[in-house]
């Protein structure tokens, strides 16, 4: 029993990995599940076990490093300092996995424009959805926590949030427009 459920998580993995790799270099419309059987060495019919959807198979693919991102980014938190050292660490360690990770900033990037045919309905989407929020949660909260000790100028949250992802993501996302500049 084991080993068959080792066996499910490596084949997931898999396709998973096979999926990031081509969603990131073609986007969601550019692949079809079939491209992402044989890149993953598996059947259509075992790829179609796992996910029943191109979209559910790409939310999990973005839910995946989401997640990633998510302990990462947490566990910078949680290694203390006033909010200026923790915000130092946080971008970091964001700047230092969208480096050590190409394809993250790209999906990531990607899945803000790219999700016409998610309706925010699924498992995988909605825990996603999740993530990204939770993420984002927590940068907010220690943002508001520097603007109260005076150790951040007062600026709009939601508007810092938003230059903090496209200041990160789209660097990495840009490719080789990105390495020029």
Do not use: C
């Not at 066996?7 to 270099?25: G, Q, Y």
């Not at 693919?61 to 300092?81: F, N």
């Not at 309905?121 to 939770?134: L, M, S, W």
């Not at 992802?165 to 990105?178: I, Q």
């Amino acid at each position: 029993m084991v080993q068959a459920e080792t066996l499910e998580v490596a084949s997931r993995d898999k396709i998973l990995d096979a999926a990031e790799d081509l969603f990131a270099r073609r986007g969601f419309a550019g692949i079809g599940m079939r491209e992402v059987a044989d890149t993953a060495g598996l059947g259509k019919s075992s790829l179609f076990h796992h996910f029943r959807s191109k979209a559910e198979l790409y939310a999990a693919v973005v839910g995946r490093i989401l997640d990633y991102l998510d302990a990462e980014l947490t566990a910078a938190l949680a290694a203390g300092g006033d909010p200026l050292v923790r915000f130092d660490r946080w971008l970091d360690t964001l700047i230092d996995n969208f480096g050590k990770h190409p394809t993250y900033a790209r999906l990531l990037l990607r899945s803000l424009f790219e999700d016409d045919e998610l309706t925010g309905a699924g498992e995988e989407e909605q825990h996603a959805d999740r993530t990204i929020k939770r993420i984002f949660a927590m940068i907010g909260h220690l943002l508001r926590e520097g603007m109260e000790a005076g150790m951040f100028r007062l600026a709009s949250i939601p508007h810092t949030l938003q230059s903090i992802a496209g200041l990160t993501v789209y660097h990495f996302a840009s490719g080789e427009f990105g390495e020029e500049l």
